[in-house]
């Protein structure tokens, strides 16, 4: 791995207002129509070809689920062997590329994202996830951007340390791919992180077998498109669409597979670990796992804390894309002396939200993402209706009659071991936990032992001394930990994101951290003036 261009810096990509009469609100509102009124076909893409199959699934808007948008190809066995063939063929090639040159690539799709691809996105994932304009505009928009720009600058960096060399010798580190290739497995709810799992390892050097979700396949499909535009050459990544279980049997199976780049539930990667670990003798290499799975995101608020900030941060990071983020708001701990303004602030911003069509542009929230997860989700409200140990405070209605639309929800729970306080539900549900204020260190150790996972979580605090006591006290309690604001929202370059316990394996995506493990180093030492005899000083008589 060479850097000889050392210039490029990233900067954040600015997100774009989308006010009335502005030109990204027409620009979108144009892709939305043109979209909103095609079904397209969605292909396999092996080597380059884009390939039609006759079995394919629906993909529909989740607030409008009788309308298609596309008709997805699924691949088959013999699919799959084709794309992992496809892509230990294309790394003889890439693998030898400069660093430089991969660069480029990625940096011509930043800016074809940034201008004539960005409407396209942003409305692909909109009708097809049911993302509102400010959603879709953080997500499919700046955070792909800035995951294409900051990884190259990471990679430069990686690329300029190097190690010391001696007198007469010269030390160098060559930053190898990995030997085979990398499955990509990629969610639903950020194109973002479907853009960045694919790229990331392939930035690297890597090849990549790509099983996007069916529910994002529209716009992971476009960004397919956008790469191919930018340069990536056939074979590179190959996007393969299908059944989980026919596709990840068949990319296991090679003894070929270097490393897995995931994102989604607990319970999925843990079936991928130990499928791997079965077939781990048959490998060529112990391949690379890498995984960003649950999460039960936490606020803690301490009695000194502003009741306003508090339950902004709570709306915002509760119900912002229906709670579907790994990183959204679940369970609360308030204070007996902060609830009844909060509680008060809280009922008076969800009565001025909108759920709806996201095409309407006052809506604040769409719907969740398929019939599965709203029933998911409902099947948690109805149990609470019936429990004494719960309260509802709002929300609590949901219909599937048009769209899978769950309104924001509240619950106060009396217990704090109650399953809503600790299994994930992945969507618009906040359970709250209001405690006496003479309990505070006691409801501190149960922030950091309720939950199995370790993602997100706030705090919120004007004393400073008791901030200094929640960051240590729950310094393993969440991979990202935020101060006086929302658990959601993290910035490429700014707050790397990821978790521990069973919320994955932390290695921070938008960061060197996760290019690190898409690396197999070389070490190469090349003597100058090489010794030509075998004694050494002591053994003069």
Known sequence: MSCINSSHIAVNEPVLSYLPGSAERTQLQAALEQQHAQCVDLPLVIAGRHQQRSDTVEVVSPHAHQHRLARLSQATPADVEQAVQAACAAQRDWSQWSLDARCEVFLKAADLLAGPWRQKLNAATMLGQSKTVQQAEIDAACELIDFLRFNVQFAQELAAQQPLSSPGVRNRMDCRPLEGFVYAITPFNFTAIGGNLATAPVLMG?????????????????????????GLPPGVINFVPGDPQVVSGAVLSSPHLAGIHFTGSTAVFDSLWQQTAQHLPHYRAYPRLVGETGGKDFVLAHPSADAAALAAALVRGAFEFQGQKCSAASRAYIPSSLWPQVKERMLAMLAEIRMGDVRDFSNFMGAVID???????KGYIDAARTDSRCQLVAGGTADDSEGFFVAPTVIQVSDPQHALMREEIFGPVLAVYVFDDGQWDAVVQLVDQTSPYALTGAVFARDRQVLAQLGQALRFAAGNFYINDKPTGAVVGQQPFGGARRSGTNDKAGSAWN??????????????LPPTGHAYPHMQR
Do not use: C, D, G
Request: glycine letters at 0%; proline letters at 4%; aromatic letters at 10%.
């Open 515 to 528: 290019l690190l493990r898409w690396v197999s180093p070389r070490t190469v030492k090349e003597t100058h």
């Open 371 to 377: 019939r599965k997860a709203f029933q998911r989700i």
């Open 206 to 230: 890597n090849t990549v077998v790509w099983k996007p979700s069916a529910t994002a396949s529209l716009s992971n499909y476009l960004f397919m498109e956008l790469l191919e535009e930018a």
